[in-house]
């Protein structure tokens, strides 16, 4: 991803300049996931249907590049994070991307609820606790989000305890009454 780097016609800047180019980069990483190759997997071996530390390093590279960075996650880059969380079937990050997940996914929800969110160098960090800018919010999140999110997890392979967790959170704090209406998205004892 560096500046210098030449950019032929066949292989597309994973630099965004915007939420849409980000959203596309982040579907450039999934493609990598899912199949082995591409310019996210080049000089490593990468299996096919495997997520690892550097597939999760390139999207937290394209989530908090300059151009994003004081602007809210958008559904699109939500979205594209949700496909890649699906697409890697073999987790080898240490945890990192469903960390990741689950922070822009509250980035997004927060924002779209109209709630002001940190930026995202912030808000996405792995050495910033997701309990310190998002439990405020929790209140506050409308229901539409919290069945946005619920549908995206609903019938998934790979279960995002932390994103789970938060939406559970969500659900505790403000949509009782909404949970009843999304039996068997997640088993939070309810």
């Not at 969500?170 to 909404?178: E, H, S």
């Amino acid at each position: 991803m560096s500046a210098a780097a030449p950019k032929s016609a066949d292989q597309p800047s994973l630099e965004p300049s915007c939420r849409n180019t980000s959203a596309h980069a982040l579907t450039i990483v999934r493609d990598g996931v899912i199949t082995g190759e591409g310019p996210t997997t080049k000089g490593r071996v990468h299996f096919s249907r495997s997520l690892d530390a550097d597939d999760t390093a390139w999207c937290t590279r394209i989530l908090t590049a300059t151009a994003v960075n004081d602007q809210p996650v958008s559904r699109a880059e939500a979205e594209a994070l949700f496909e890649i969380n699906e697409a890697g079937t073999e987790r080898t990050d240490g945890g990192r991307f469903d960390d990741l997940l689950a922070k822009a996914v509250a980035h997004y929800a927060a924002s779209a609820s109209g709630l002001k969110v940190p930026p995202r160098s912030v808000a996405l960090s792995a050495d910033t606790d997701i309990e310190n800018w998002a439990p405020s919010y929790a209140s506050k999140v409308n229901s539409e989000m919290l069945e946005w999110i619920a549908g995206q997890m609903r019938g998934k392979r790979q279960n995002n305890r932390r994103l789970m967790a938060l939406v559970a959170t969500f659900l505790g704090a403000t949509a009782l009454p909404l949970a009843g209406q999304l039996p068997n998205v997640f088993d939070i004892g309810m």
